[in-house]
């Protein structure tokens, strides 16, 4: 039998098991393939909704789904926590003990978000990374009556690149709407030297910071939060006061993948190949989603996309052929919308070799993104889409 | 592209961030940057043509010495000293 065991029930994970299970659904019947889905919540969470609970009236209970409901009858779903994979027996360890052999493994654990490695992040600042913290800032936001707003990034990589750009434009929007803007400057830090790593998305986004009077900084890369004097410090030894301070929190791939040796630290991310998106030159190890150390977004997005090469590269290996069609290799394909505030949006699509040309922001774009949002779970991870 | 700025000093850590895209050699750096002190110099390989461009402007805001930059055999070896 060949037992495909898949780490993680995020937009990778669920979509790979069902896109699985309907390839190989009559070696399934026959007994011959097994399909095991490993989760530690037993739930499927719709991430990128979080902005909106601090941004556009979302709620959490709307963000989640149980697991078992988005999975495909053949899939197993096993919920615990994994401990360590053993890649010489081929073996994973969870924490309840018990121990699940595999023949293909699927690594679509996603990231960590550590906001306690800066100090003073968790009394000081607000995030959207989690649907607790972005109710927070929906709070603070609330109570905020004019003064300085500083959005920034705390380290790279991250979660849904266009996020904090797209935070800061809302927060500029909504506070115009308020009639606090003229008693408010709104700050947006970026790590590099421009507004966002992709030089063409970085040309469309400068000139809405310039038209909504954000002050750009870059190589703002974040050092210190000064809670005395309400200030955030620079690695580059600049420093801005706040009196709302928006940081995307630092991130690292899963501590059990660098425990396994199977990713380096201190990050944690998986050594993949762009292309076949197997893990560090194994031929029965997978990887998708945020976990990669791939050059591109973290993003729904991009497991979305990598999810059928990831397939195609199990269901050609059990049926002992080369991976063939559309789906042999991963060229890079991702494609996100982007907010840029005022009910107008673009939208991002790229690949290895061609940067998006983002079009000019309309209400269209947005209301994409706003129907994207509603219907998710009825698409992305069942495979319709 | 070579651009000896002065004799190179000793280096104290080698980053190799070939196969990287933008902005990874970069974040590679201000990581070594972090984790070093003030006269400790770091070597940082990047095949990213970007880089050759972004690194020495982050070396000038962020107040460290660029000691030197040359274009190898398909990447840049760029040498930085911490100077605060």
């Not at chain 1, 989760?39 to 959490?60: S, T």
């Not at chain 1, 209970?61 to 890649?87: G, H, I, Q, Y």
């Not at chain 1, 081929?90 to 960590?112: E, I, N, Q």
Request: proline share 7%; charged share 25%.
């Amino acid at each position: 039998m060949d037992r495909v065991l898949i780490l993680g029930g995020g937009v990778g994970g669920t979509l790979t098991a069902n896109l699985l299970a309907r390839k190989l659904r009559s070696r399934i019947d026959r007994g011959q393939v097994d399909i095991t889905l490993v989760d530690a919540m037993g739930a499927h969470v719709y991430q990128p909704g979080f902005m909106y609970i601090a941004m556009g009236g979302e709620r959490e209970e709307r963000l989640a789904r149980p697991e078992r409901s988005l999975l495909d009858a053949p899939v197993n779903l096993v919920v615990d926590t994994v401990v360590r994979v053993d890649d010489g027996a081929r073996t994973v360890v969870l924490a309840s003990g018990a121990v699940l052999p595999y023949d293909y493994l699927v690594l679509s654990t996603g990231c960590r978000i550590l906001p306690q490695m800066i100090e003073h992040f968790e009394e000081e600042a607000e995030h959207f990374y989690t649907a607790t913290a972005a109710l927070k800032l929906r709070r603070a936001l609330d109570e905020f009556k004019g003064g300085k707003v500083v959005v920034g990034i705390a380290s790279m990589p991250y979660k849904c690149p266009p996020a904090p750009l797209e935070v800061a434009f809302l927060i500029e929007s909504e506070l115009r709407e308020r009639g606090l803007r003229e008693k408010s400057e709104v700050h947006f830090c970026s790590p590099i030297g421009r507004a966002f790593t992709i030089e063409s998305v970085s040309e469309m986004a400068t000139p809405i910071f310039e038209q909504k009077g954000i002050e750009l900084h870059t190589f703002f890369n974040v050092d210190a939060i000064d809670p005395e004097r309400k200030a955030v410090l620079s690695l580059e030894g600049e420093e801005l006061p706040y009196d709302l301070l928006v940081l995307v929190p630092p991130h690292k791939g899963q501590q059990f993948l660098m425990d396994s040796g199977l990713a380096p630290a201190p990050g944690g991310w998986l050594p993949t190949d762009r292309n076949t998106l197997r893990v560090g030159g194994r031929p029965n190890v997978f990887a998708l989603g945020d976990a990669t150390d791939l050059p591109l977004s973290k993003a729904g997005s991009t497991a979305h996309f990598e999810a059928p090469v990831v397939v195609e590269g199990i269901v050609s290996a059990i049926e002992g052929r080369e991976p063939a069609g559309r789906h042999a290799a991963y060229e890079g394909r991702v494609m996100c919308f982007f907010e840029v505030g005022d009910g107008k949006g673009t939208l991002l699509r790229f690949d290895y070799e061609h940067p998006p040309k983002p079009p000019k922001p309309n209400a269209l774009w947005h209301l994409g993104k706003i129907v994207f949002n509603k219907t998710y779970f009825h698409t992305v991870p069942r495979g319709r889409v | 592209m070579t651009a000896v700025l002065e004799a190179k000093p000793a280096i104290t850590r080698t980053v190799d961030a070939r196969g990287s895209y933008c902005p990874g050699p970069l974040m590679e750096l201000i990581r070594a940057i972090r984790e070093s002190v003030v006269g400790d110099v770091i070597t940082v390989l990047s095949s990213d043509k970007g880089s050759r461009i972004d690194i020495p402007k982050w070396i000038e805001k962020a107040g460290h010495r660029l000691v030197s930059l040359e274009t190898l055999d398909g990447y840049d070896q760029i040498v930085v000293e911490k100077a605060r």
